[in-house]
């Protein structure tokens, strides 16, 4: 029971597909130490996210995708292709968020499965997506994708551009764009297979206004949605009285969040200011040597991230690729963004005065968590951004997004 329970807990933390591919490894390690005592070579398997039969057949030059005609409708059948559901997943969040308005405006939704990662069946995934992500959704297997006698079929993350690719099928193919995938990588292989997906010829969706300008760089026509914030949970507090607290989006495995950088960062502000209580999110980092007093909350449910938010004067959030979600949260819930400077995310989150960019740089960020903390004003700023937010909501986006494929799909849409 010891194992499994590990197994269990692992799971709740991290999502499905992590623990998947952690159970994956340690066979494999296991099973490459018996054949290595047994004398026997193991060969390894090429690694490419995704499927290597999927690579290998998506001529997107000798034979380029065609744009099929406009249907003549003003309620579609979408599908969605995903991988495996992971519950800690942001990305796949906000597909379920997108997914949801679209059945809200009574469209025919259905996500397929894709198991180029790790394997989850259908069912399993649909349970998954009604406890954690608060949708009720169909979904089917990947093999059933090919029988999808539908209008639109949207490509998620870049492993899941290739089979969409090579499925023959009526849909217009579409491409939920939420981040420049090429740059989670070195360059190499992934990197150059993942830019590679922009050359398919789907029409993009785009989370913000960077990543349109990235895509089209490769010729992908795009348009983009805005961000917004869950005004229920993110919302101003009338007896917002802050703390001597900031907090600190902290995500190790995930690389463009520059993890050490806001370490390093949080080091100098606490020789500063020793007395501010400094709080980690987002992952458990209990097995980092943190160089000064902290506390680890790790992945936190969206009620309790309020409360973080709440308490906190400010929040160090730092994204190297596309912006991240939370400066709109930080912001309706009245607490001041601190973040690194660059298109990526003033393009998205927008020119901003109440907003601290800096250089990315340790000392640059710390000068920006100083400049909130020493301000005399720090809970009227507070109180007052969270005021000016409360027209960040989701809606205006659910409602682009659906206008961009009414127009790119129908011929029966208005502009």
């Given at each position: 029971m010891g194992k499994i329970g590990a197994f269990v807990r692992y799971t709740r933390h991290n999502g499905i597909c992590s623990a998947l591919r952690k159970t994956?490894?340690?066979?494999k390690r296991v099973i490459h130490r018996t054949s290595a005592a047994q004398g026997i070579t193991q060969k390894r398997r090429i690694d490419v996210m995704t499927s290597v039969t999927d690579v290998i057949h998506a001529d997107f030059v000798g034979h380029p995708y065609q744009v099929p005609s406009k249907v003549h409708k003003r309620t579609l059948k979408i599908g969605w292709v995903l991988s495996p559901i992971s519950i800690g997943s942001g990305g796949q969040h906000t597909i379920a968020r997108f997914a949801k308005s679209l059945q809200e405006r009574g469209h025919d939704v259905t996500?397929?499965?894709y198991e180029s990662i790790a394997q989850q069946p259908a069912d399993y995934a649909h349970e998954l997506l009604k406890e954690h992500f608060d949708i009720d959704v169909q979904c089917r297997p990947m093999v059933e994708a090919e029988n999808f006698n539908g209008d639109v079929m949207f490509a998620t993350g870049w492993?899941?551009?290739?089979?969409?690719?090579?499925?023959?099928?009526?849909?217009?193919?579409?491409?939920?764009?939420?981040?420049?995938e090429p740059l989670f990588y070195g360059t190499g292989s992934k990197s150059v297979l993942a830019e590679n997906t922009y050359r398919f010829g789907f029409y993009g969706v785009t989370a913000g206004r960077w990543l349109t300008q990235k895509v089209a760089e490769y010729g992908m026509p795009a348009d983009y949605f805005d961000f917004g914030a869950d005004l229920d949970i993110y919302r101003p507090v009338d007896t917002m009285q802050k703390k001597q607290q900031v907090c600190f989006y902290a995500r190790p495995v995930t690389e463009r969040r520059a993890f050490e950088i806001g370490v390093l960062a949080l080091a100098r502000f606490h020789q500063e200011h020793p007395d501010y209580r400094i709080v980690f999110f987002g992952w458990d980092v209990s097995d980092y040597d943190i160089p000064f007093p902290y506390e680890n909350r790790g992945i936190v449910n969206p009620t309790e991230l309020a409360e973080i938010y709440h308490a906190s004067q400010a929040c160090l959030v730092l994204s190297l690729t596309n912006?991240?979600?939370?400066?709109?949260?930080?912001?309706a819930a009245g607490c001041v963004p601190v973040m690194n400077d660059g298109p990526n995310n003033r393009m998205v989150i927008g020119e901003n005065p109440d907003i601290v960019y800096t250089i990315n740089s340790p000392?640059?960020?710390a000068k920006g968590l100083d400049s909130v903390v020493t301000d005399p004003q720090i809970n009227e700023r507070c109180r007052r951004i969270s005021q000016m937010a409360s027209?960040?909501?989701w809606d205006a986006s659910y409602e682009k997004f659906e206008h961009i494929i009414l127009r790119e799909v129908t011929d029966t849409y208005d502009e």
């Open positions: 994956v490894n340690y066979a996500f397929f499965i492993e899941t551009a290739y089979p969409v690719f090579n499925m023959s099928i009526p849909a217009h193919k579409m491409y939920f764009v939420q981040d420049f912006a991240s979600l939370l400066p709109l949260e930080l912001l000392i640059e960020l027209s960040s909501s």
